[in-house]
Nanobody
Framework: VQLVESGGGSVQAGGSLRLACRAT????????VTWFRQAPGKEREAVSS????????YYANSVKDRFTISSDNDEHTVYLQMNSLKPEDTAVYYC??????????????????????WGQGTQVTVSS
């Protein structure tokens, strides 16, 4: 699966951006697609995930109530709507995809080694 991110950019604190992750796959059904981010000098962290089969979503506590993940299976695209952005959201954002059994998603969605397919990343910069 090839993944291509888009939508990054620079905004002021309180602003919004929408990231898109387009997958070159026949269907996203059965895939978990997860957004990760990595700031300079920090480890890659999971931000949000969606199970494309049923739309179940997961969020890191740091972005809950500010970010919304969604999937458009017809367009093979997963979106991350980011509102009320903060300077600490500044990072390179990556999307990743993997077939994760539903009974295992709670345990593994945040773990980067779970995923074999990764996009190239898109920079998000939030200024104060």
């Amino acid at each position: 699966v090839q993944l291509v991110e888009s939508g990054g950019g620079s905004v002021q604190a309180g602003g919004s951006l929408r990231l898109a992750c387009r997958a070159t796959v026949f269907t996203l059904d059965g895939y978990a697609v997860t957004w990760f981010r990595q700031a300079p000098g920090k480890e890659r962290e999971a931000v949000s995930s969606v199970m494309c089969r049923d739309g179940t979503t997961y969020y890191a506590n740091s972005v809950k109530d500010r970010f919304t993940i969604s999937s458009d299976n017809d367009e093979h695209t997963v979106y991350l709507q980011m509102n009320s952005l903060k300077p600490e959201d500044t990072a390179v954002y990556y999307c990743a995809a993997e077939r994760i059994p539903p009974q295992m998603i709670d345990r593994y969605w945040t773990s980067a080694p779970t995923y074999d397919s990764w996009g190239q990343g898109t920079q998000v910069t939030v200024s104060s």
